[in-house]
């Protein structure tokens, strides 16, 4: 099963219609699994506020990813020091390297300079979509 790490961007993005909705629909559906860290779930929770959630929404919207079966929690010891643009990007390097992540879906500038990196693909929402042949509307 393909495992993956979604940046914040591409949460928040998924509010809306769009490839951020077709991945998050494929995560529910079990077609993939998503990898998450402490670091990474307060940033989430960060987007929830951001979006306007309440307290009790955002502590609801966390949970989504600790309770589901298709979430790979991993550790959030600190493992690489590569986006020197941007240091907090490395989050999310972290958790696909410790979760063993397949892909790192994102639309940072940073991040997607790179590629990829130890075997993870790093790319683009629709790109992902793309090319797992998920449909959504534009």
């Not at 979006?51 to 502590?59: C, D, F, I, L, Q």
């Not at 790192?104 to 997607?112: A, F, V, W």
Request: with cysteine.
């Amino acid at each position: 099963m393909v495992k993956l790490v979604l940046d914040t961007g591409t949460l928040a993005e998924s509010f809306w219609d769009g490839p951020a909705r077709a991945i998050i629909g494929l995560w529910k559906s079990g077609e993939i699994i998503l990898c998450v860290s402490q670091p990474l779930l307060r940033e989430y929770a960060a987007i929830a506020s951001k979006m306007g959630a309440t307290a009790r929404e955002k502590e609801e919207f966390v949970s989504l990813f600790s309770e589901s079966p298709w979430v790979s929690t991993v550790g959030s010891a600190k493992r690489v020091d590569v986006i020197r643009e941007d240091p907090t990007d490395d989050m999310f390097l972290d958790c696909a390297v410790a979760g063993g992540a397949d892909f790192l879906i994102t639309k940072d500038e940073h991040l997607l300079g790179l590629e990829s990196y130890r075997r993870i693909t790093i790319a683009l929402p629709e790109n992902f979509v793309k090319a797992h042949s998920v449909g959504y509307r534009h």
